[in-house]
């Protein structure tokens, strides 16, 4: 039985597919070269190259049962208890191998871990897919783009679809006015939904006793069998992979890689959460208001006006029958490094700054910020870092160390990829760990199932190469998107992404 909604299933690894979520053939080319080469007397062999979607588990890698644990692996340490480093552990865990996270922060309520995402459907969705979740946000029809006149400069999804089209049907009165509209991870569309809930229901997962609360790494030591963890508190452990899911200042990575300075975007982000205004844009809608310069971007952040339990009331309270559910805003800015982290700092001057550019915008930007508390805001320097070669990150041949997410390829938030990444990194390097001789998933290689690796490393060198190879778009993409919306190019008209319409206006001047 396929993976489905049920939050609460444990699942194992797909025994057709072996976690892949496919089974590979030789493509029709790969055919041709083999014919030619059994000819010539020098046929090779080689990894085939045609995916076709397990029918097993419908394309999810993992069905739902009880994993078989490989009591003879070494343990695979993981650093770091966001998203990525939680995604990653229950990957492993499906697959049989033993994982261990060590987090820093005392409890799981210790510090905000970010406000808002958008689980994308290609992505981040079907990253949870193949990890056998499934989760309830709130879905959006429409994106719409605005000067800060309240002049539309674009707008798409299936409601815009409908309105230039000259289309209307019965729910369009819902869809424009009416009761928030929820949706699910697995059903192939984006779904907005805090972070928070997102990495709690990884960690809900995950078999008591994964997550080791308090442990703040100091530095590892690396032999060609393990490697050895020390931690602060003196106390030491042992693995057989480390792994440094510990973000953007990944210590992991500082002491792997050694003086690798971020790179400021010139911009400062401030993040708000709050209860929703009744307006046509905060019912299943996403929009972004720009005057050439400063940019806000606001999104359904929860079905419940409350923000599930994290925002408290209005002083006033809402009169009306059906209260909006709670909207998440980004405001960004240029403004140099060093004031930037000053105002990151201090909340009454993030609250000041953000009424100061905007509270002259149209509808319903002012009514955001009024309904937004200071205790429900932050600011912080957008950094992102260039893409690392992967021999570089490989350093030595051997090495058992290796980063995801944040810690391997931080990005700007303008593109909205960050956990997004982080949650194919963990899936991609999972499957490419038990493919390895020490973590090998139980049972019988079956035709059709990808080759095994030879070795621990190669493992690990072939999962950086393709998280790498695909990372680096999405960095490059983010890196320009911080430029163009925050530039008179972010004013051109265009119903399409709004980075997209910025990015192409820019290059036609």
Not at 27 to 38: D, I, T
Not at 107 to 131: D, H, N, V
Not at 348 to 364: H, K, Q, T, Y
Not at 480 to 491: G, I, V
Request: hydrophobic share 40%; glycine share 10%; proline share 4%.
């Amino acid at each position: 039985m396929p993976a489905r909604a049920d939050a609460s299933a444990r699942h194992r690894a797909c025994e057709r597919c072996r976690g892949e979520g496919a089974t590979f053939a030789l493509s029709r080319a790969q055919k041709k070269r083999r014919r030619l080469e059994r000819d010539d007397g020098a046929a090779t062999r080689e990894a085939p190259e045609k995916r076709v979607e397990c029918a097993a588990c419908e394309g999810a890698g993992v069905v739902e049962g009880a994993a078989t644990a490989n009591g003879a692996a070494a343990r695979v340490a993981i650093v770091g208890g966001g998203v990525g480093g939680a995604a990653l552990a229950l990957a492993l865990t499906q697959r049989g191998a033993r994982a261990t996270v060590y987090e820093r922060d005392e409890r799981f309520e210790a510090r905000k871990q970010g406000y808002g995402l958008t689980m994308q459907k290609y992505s981040g969705g079907a990253a949870l897919r193949a990890l056998g979740l499934a989760l309830r946000g709130v879905g959006s029809d429409a994106h719409v783009s605005m000067d800060a006149n309240g002049r539309v400069l674009g707008e798409y999804g299936h409601s815009a679809r409908r309105r230039v089209g000259g289309e209307e049907d019965a729910d369009q009165g819902a869809r424009d006015g009416g009761a928030v509209a929820e949706a699910v991870s697995d059903e192939k569309r984006n779904v907005h939904l805090p972070r928070q809930k997102l990495r709690q229901s990884l960690l809900d997962a995950l078999e008591p006793g994964v997550v080791r609360w308090g442990k703040r790494l100091e530095r590892y030591e690396e032999t060609e069998d393990g490697v050895t963890l020390r931690f602060d508190d003196g106390t030491s452990e042992e693995a057989g992979i480390l792994v440094g899911a510990d973000g953007i200042f990944s210590r992991v990575r500082a002491q792997k890689l050694g003086d690798d300075p971020l790179s400021y975007l010139g911009v400062l982000v401030v993040l708000g959460i709050c209860r929703g205004v009744d307006a046509p844009l905060c019912r299943n809608k996403v929009f972004q208001v720009v005057d050439g310069e400063n940019r806000m971007y606001a999104m359904p952040f929860t079905a419940s006006p409350d923000g599930d339990g994290c925002i408290r009331p209005l002083d006033e309270q809402y009169e009306g029958e059906d209260e909006p559910g709670a909207m998440m805003w980004q405001l960004s800015f240029p403004v140099d490094e060093d004031r930037a982290r000053a105002l990151a700092t201090d909340s009454e001057a993030l609250w000041n700054e953000a009424l100061r550019r905007c509270a002259s915008w149209p509808d319903p930007v002012p009514r955001l910020l009024n309904q937004t508390r200071k205790e429900d805001m932050a600011g912080y320097p957008a950094y992102d870092r260039d893409m690392t070669p992967a021999e570089v990150l490989r350093g030595k041949v051997t090495s058992r160390v290796t980063l995801i997410g944040d810690a391997a390829h931080p990005m700007s938030p303008f593109k909205g990829q960050g956990a997004n990444q982080a949650l194919v990194d963990a899936v991609q390097l999972a499957r490419c760990i038990v493919r390895s001789p020490q973590y090998m998933l139980p049972g019988q290689r079956r035709h059709g199932c990808v080759f095994p690796f030879e070795s621990t490393h190669e493992a690990l060198a072939a999962a950086e190469r393709a998280m790498l190879a695909r990372a680096r778009g999405k960095v490059e993409k983010s890196r320009d998107a911080a430029k163009y919306l925050h530039s008179s190019a972010a004013l051109a008209e265009g119903n399409c992404v709004r980075a997209h319409a910025a990015e192409a206006f820019a290059s036609e001047e």
